[in-house]
T-cell receptor, first 117, second 114 residues
Framework: AQKITQTQPGMFVQEKEAVTLDCTYDTSDQSYGLFWYKQPSSGEMIFLIYQGSYDEQNATEGRYSLNFQKARKSANLVISASQLGDSAMYFCAMREGLGTSYDKVIFGPGTSLSVIP | GAGVSQSPRYKVAKRGQDVALRCDPISGHVSLFWYQQALGQGPEFLTYFQNEAQLDKSGLPSDRFFAERPEGSVSTLKIQRTQQEDSAVYLC????????????FGDGTRLSIL
């Protein structure tokens, strides 16, 4: 079964506008972490933001924020004031088994974001 | 640079040949991961090491795939008797342990099987 779902294969946003990239996940663990990564066309994977399952506040990192709704098992990425350089693939990832010796991370299928000037 | 280093950057092999892909993680990183990424897809988990112990190899697609990390540092992913469906980018990532610690990725090895 798919553990990470990203339902938007492709998204467009106007420069300077905000955009939300969806991510839902499935886990029976109580302690887990959620990550978002950016992968430009050059191929490198760039870490953007992290949310722990026990964090009470939504994570923020500059123009990136994570809309974490634990009961719905969703962890949507919000990018404010989009820039042309934000055009890339965006991956949601989950790390289960936090605090144990087991540390597996799995990725979703990704969303391709295109910023329009 | 102190990032994750992968070699070779590109590898072309004929079907049936064996290949070996190397990953040199960030010094001191306990966890090491291998992923396979097909064009336009997300990274697919292959295997995970904690130091020299391979704790999970559930993602390896067949017994032609083998990974090792004998001294808990450098890791090698070996593919025997390569097939065309093995063509992909192979990503290596390392991290420290603990909540919120992100993975640091190498640039990947692009493998093409002819």
């Amino acid at each position: 079964a798919q553990k990470i779902t990203q339902t938007q294969p492709g998204m467009f946003v106007q420069e300077k506008e905000a955009v939300t990239l969806d991510c839902t996940y499935d886990t029976s663990d109580q302690s887990y972490g959620l990550f978002w990564y950016k992968q430009p066309s050059s191929g490198e994977m760039i870490f953007l933001i992290y949310q722990g399952s026990y964090d009470e506040q939504n994570a923020t990192e500059g123009r990136y924020s994570l809309n974490f709704q634990k009961a719905r098992k969703s962890a949507n990425l919000v990018i404010s004031a989009s820039q042309l350089g934000d055009s890339a693939m965006y991956f949601c990832a989950m790390r289960e088994g936090l605090g144990t010796s087991y540390d597996k991370v799995i990725f979703g299928p990704g969303t391709s974001l295109s910023v329009i000037p | 640079g102190a990032g994750v280093s992968q070699s070779p950057r590109y590898k072309v092999a004929k079907r049936g040949q064996d290949v070996a892909l190397r990953c040199d993680p960030i010094s001191g990183h306990v966890s090491l991961f291998w992923y396979q990424q097909a064009l336009g897809q997300g990274p697919e988990f292959l295997t995970y090491f904690q130091n020299e112990a391979q704790l999970d190899k559930s993602g390896l697609p067949s017994d032609r795939f083998f990974a090792e990390r004998p001294e808990g540092s450098v890791s090698t992913l070996k593919i025997q008797r390569t097939q065309q469906e093995d063509s992909a980018v192979y990503l290596c990532a390392s991290s420290t342990q603990g909540a919120g610690k992100p993975q640091h990725f190498g640039d990947g090895t692009r493998l093409s099987i002819l």
